[in-house]
């Protein structure tokens, strides 16, 4: 079989390493390793991991927020190619939105795709109501059905990548859908599709698969992929405000995405960064840092986004105060107040810089702070260690242009809207 000038300069860089190496080892070499193979993915490898990296550099959150086993990724980056699980690989692939790549390496290396089976599905020519499904709320999507099943749409042109149309409403709209390599493009011109998905762009995108013959979407699919409505009221919302330390944080989490008028898709945070949670285990300034620089690296994610993250990042915060709360009688009052003092440090200098608090979601980190002092006050009152802590927040208290000391925050556990 013919091979591609890259299959050929891999191939003779190969014979150069194994030509280095003495006659024994290299026939031991050739015997389990496709060196050429190896090389020639490498490149690709590098620039999977590269991306994978710039989404979540954490290697074990990665794995465990997707639901992959460590070593079977470390296959793919570690260009091993013939052990490589393919299914893994292709779900890989996806999350990481890299076809293209995957496209562009199968041309330049056809033979060593075809032996050991790198291919992903490709991007153009697939059915875009998928791609929609988990992006739009379910009520969006009946509506949408029920505008394609009424014949409101009229198709002005389409080919396998993208297509027109007009859909009959109040009044008539223009959509645009188009498939990319790594995700889709969508427009409708009306009001509702400024930040979302609307029922013109599903009625369209149903039409459109259905006329390049694909199936339609199983209904038990459509009713587990879509956002279906708050299980939270305003009422609930406003009682969390009321009442900081009380507060349900999973109502917190998800209360700017339901009562947002033009919600954008952002990343999804983890609960609470790792931490021991067990009461007994005595506390540790550097542990806490740990904590605090995980989520920091959270705010790097490439769909991290400042606002309709914020809630997610407060309550992560409030968990991770909580846990603090709960190991305080188990831990040294020296550590533990230095440990309360940084929290009120990376509070100012940190989260409200990465967390648009214009919801007021820092009440909820902030009267924790305010729990934890007041306990540690009115168990350590003279402990020497308050005098470094007064330092710490008066400067950060300078910087900030508000006058802070022991009593203050520890009355912030009264803090409420």
Known sequence: MKKTKHEKAVSKLARVVLDAADKRAGDIIKSYVDVSAMMAFK????????VRESYEKDFKEFCKTNGFTQYKVKDIESAAIGQIDLNVFKQYVTILNMQKAVDDWVNRFPNIARKYGITVENPMGRPIARLLLGRTRVEVWRRGEDYANKGRVRILDYDENQVKAIVSGTQNYEVFLKLLARGMRKQCTCPYASGDVCKHMVATALIWDNIRGFAPLAEDKVEMETIHPPPISRKQIAACYARPLKADLDIIRVATDYYNLSPKEHARLPRCPRIETYEKVPLTLTEVKGSLKEMERWTKRKTYHHYFCAG?????FSELLDVIYSRLPASKPDEAISIVAYCVNWRYRKFEQ??????????????????????LLKKYPTHPAWQDFNRTIEDVGHCWGEELNTEIIANWKYACF
């Open 312 to 316: 997610e990042m407060a309550a992560a």
């Open 354 to 375: 990465v967390a648009d608090g214009s919801d007021g979601v820092w009440i909820f980190p902030v009267a924790r702070i305010g729990r934890i002092v007041a306990w």
């Open 43 to 50: 490149f690709l490898a590098d620039e999977l991991q590269a």
